[in-house]
């Protein structure tokens, strides 16, 4: 039988509490109990934050693991947001990719496409289907 007390977390988000921990000098209990006290001051039916006109939720699945990421249009840069890997900023898709595959699958060569990898989450469309309305700049 689960013990009601034990909650599976991240290692990303463990860190994150024990970073709070030291912050606010507090118990790990106590920092959750402080940011959902904060979650529920602010209501819960928030809306999810709207992207900037220039970027595309994208996501692929690798090994069963899902990962999510923002592409950058203007710029190509894809920024990993939840999965492995999360707050990694790559300068393309294949670079975000390839980063996958190796943490994923270390013993596999990791070259990999990327507008083929990830797929435009509000469409289903790979990444491929925005290339050639996606001129790269650099600024």
């Known amino acids: 039988m689960d013990d009601d007390r034990e909650i599976e977390v991240s290692v990303e988000n463990r860190e994150r509490i024990r ?5 606010w000098e507090a118990s790990a209990d106590a920092v959750i109990g402080r940011l959902l006290d904060s979650f529920a001051q602010n209501g819960t039916s928030r809306k999810a934050p709207e992207r900037a006109q220039d970027e595309l939720e994208v996501h692929a699945v690798y090994e069963g ?6 592409f950058e249009i203007r710029t190509h840069h ?22 996958v595959v190796r943490h994923l ?5 990791n070259n990999r496409n990327g507008w083929t990898f990830w797929t435009i989450t509000n469409t289903g469309h790979p990444l491929q289907a925005v290339r050639d309305n996606a001129p790269r700049r650099t600024t």
Do not use: N, T, W
């Open 105 to 109: 699958k270390p013993d596999v060569h």
């Open 19 to 23: 970073l709070l921990q030291s912050a």
């Open 65 to 70: 693991q899902p990962v999510k990421g923002i």
């Open 78 to 99: 894809l920024k990993i947001v939840e999965g492995p890997l999360a707050g990694r900023s790559f300068k393309s898709p294949s670079g975000a990719a390839m980063a």
